[in-house]
């Protein structure tokens, strides 16, 4: 069964930093794309950073592009969302998504993920 089980989130000023983590089990984690989404009180779940299976390629939302470094850490099968100079608009539940996918790149949308966390909360004060 996989499981995806995300922490790390909290309450930050805005300028400050987090680091969010999402450990993996049940699954063969270097065979899978991971990525974070969020999504804000009445919007809908947005795309913020992927990673494909070896690290190697990373992408990013344009408006996270430059103060947020997604990672991952095959051998403890966990990825991380680093953020830094957090504004007030990065304020949602953030995601954790994963699937099986050894095409080299990494999926940027979320109905191409089929396994997800259940969430943890950044909120970030003026």
């Known amino acids: 069964q996989v499981q995806l089980v995300e922490s790390g989130g909290g309450l930050v000023q805005a300028g400050g930093s987090l680091r969010l983590s999402c450990a993996a089990s049940g699954v063969t984690f270097s065979a899978y794309a991971m990525g974070w989404f969020r999504q804000a009180p009445e919007t809908e779940r947005e795309f913020v950073a992927a990673?494909?299976?070896?690290?190697?390629?990373?992408y990013y939302a344009d408006s996270v592009e430059g103060r947020f470094t997604i990672s991952r850490d095959n051998a403890k099968a966990t990825v991380y969302l680093q953020m830094n100079s957090l504004k007030p608009e990065d304020t949602a539940v953030y995601y954790c998504a994963g699937v099986r996918f050894l095409n080299g790149d990494a999926p940027v949308k979320s109905r191409q993920y089929n396994n997800w966390g259940q969430g943890t909360q950044v909120t970030v004060s003026p």
């Open positions: 990673i494909n299976f070896s690290g190697a390629r990373t």
